[in-house]
């Protein structure tokens, strides 16, 4: 997966238009629900799980940000 193609799951779980991937996920209308639903994605489409305070993190909380941390932890190798 690039980012093109993770902004556009961004943008069908969230229903909404991703111009720029560092655009913070609440500056593109993305409420609670939306990125609770977009988490559970990202953790199934990467066989991950995301901290949920690494959101609170400004880097982390928009689409590259989050596409960085996805990739980061799924090329990590598995936690005892």
Known sequence: M???QFDQLVERICSVQVTDS???LVDLGVD???TI???MAVEEEFGI???PDALADPAL???AGLFRYAQTWAAAPARA
Do not use: G, I, W
């Open 49 to 51: 799980e995301v901290d």
């Open 22 to 24: 560092e655009t913070p």
């Open 61 to 63: 909380a928009s689409p």
């Open 32 to 34: 609670s629900l939306h």
């Open 37 to 39: 639903a977009l988490v």
């Open 2 to 4: 690039n980012q093109s």
